[in-house]
């Protein structure tokens, strides 16, 4: 059974850092595109950063730019979201993700997603 299982979620003061890790499991994922969403109360899911496959190019989301870093470790079958600079608006419920999306920004082109972990900045 293919599983995706995030971590490292929390409650933190503005200014923090955090670092989320997703864990998969069934099968390797080296050769797909591995991704972090996030979902806010009320809002829809968004991308929040990507790691590409087969480039190992990079795409990060305009809010979270300079602040947030997505991190693979292929041989261990783990990504990494290490989030640096947390403000209010950074909380949601964070999901991984991975497939083989044309387009990284949407959700539809995602095979796999973890059950989401809570992260809560406060002011």
């Known amino acids: 059974q293919v599983q995706l299982v995030e971590s490292g979620g929390g409650s933190v003061q503005a200014g923090d850092s955090l670092r989320l890790s997703c864990a998969a499991a069934?099968?390797?994922?080296?050769?797909?595109?591995l991704a972090w969403f996030r979902q806010a109360p009320g809002k829809e899911r968004e991308v929040v950063a990507a790691?590409?496959?087969?480039?190992?190019?990079?795409y990060y989301a305009d809010s979270v730019k300079g602040r947030f870093t997505i991190s693979r470790d292929n041989a261990k079958n783990i990504m990494y979201l290490q989030m640096n600079r947390l403000k209010p608006e950074d909380t949601a419920v964070y999901y991984c993700?991975?497939?083989?999306?044309?387009?990284?920004?949407?959700?539809?082109?995602?095979?796999?997603w973890g059950q989401g972990t809570q992260v809560t900045v406060s002011s």
């Open positions: 069934g099968r390797s994922f080296s050769v797909d595109t």
């Open positions: 790691t590409i496959w087969g480039d190992g190019s990079t």
């Open positions: 993700a991975a497939g083989r999306p044309a387009n990284v920004i949407p959700r539809t082109g995602y095979d796999f």
